[in-house]
């Protein structure tokens, strides 16, 4: 190897050697199915640390979207999921005779069980929580719920304005 090719050599790994410092790669990611709450819930794991649940807009969105968030904070253990009857997650085949039951598989307890659901899989005490437009409400829902199972809860573009919602918030803007 001549002396060009040995400094060329040298140059291409200073080079990427420097590039590559204080930069953090994208973790390891899985990918499958959770059988929930009688439905199967797709759903990507992306790093390693403390959990950080994702909740998607919709109803109807899907994780696609939110992936993008994992290079921004890569000491996290990033778990994002398609709710159910969304993106990759199982689908309900509503049809007019079976408009009740649809109601009832689309129920904010339904939505509300699955992240418990996901909660108790992963094997933690507490969640962090990031909700997206509808996935703040289910963010918000699920801590009423369960507040002593929530490290934390982002909410950013807050869901829509439920009456349930509206309601809880009637009494808090009084008192300001």
């Known amino acids: 190897m001549g002396v060009h090719m040995v400094r060329m050599s040298i140059l291409i790994l200073v080079g990427t050697v420097l590039f590559s410092c204080g930069r953090k790669t994208v973790p390891d ?4 199915y ?3 709450n009688d439905t199967k819930l797709h759903y990507v794991i992306m790093g390693q640390g403390d959990p950080i649940v994702v909740l998607h807009g919709g109803p109807g969105g899907n994780l696609t979207s939110k992936v993008d968030l994992v290079p ?3 000491d996290f253990c990033w778990i994002f999921y398609d709710q159910r009857g969304s993106g990759e997650s199982e ?12 109601a009832t598989f689309f129920s ?3 939505y509300i069980e699955d992240l418990e659901n996901i909660r108790i899989k992963l094997g933690v005490e507490e969640i962090t929580l990031l909700g997206h437009s509808w ?6 829902f699920y801590a009423a719920a369960h507040p002593d ?7 950013y573009n807050g869901g829509p304005m439920w009456p349930e919602l509206r309601m809880a918030r009637k009494p808090a803007l009084r008192e300001r």
């Open 29 to 32: 990611r899985s990918e499958g």
């Open 34 to 36: 959770w059988e929930i």
């Open 72 to 74: 921004f904070a890569p």
């Open 91 to 102: 689908r309900y085949p509503v049809n007019i005779d079976s408009l009740d039951k649809a």
């Open 108 to 110: 904010i307890n339904n």
């Open 135 to 140: 996935g703040g409400a289910l963010a918000v």
């Open 149 to 155: 199972r929530v490290k934390k809860l982002i909410v």
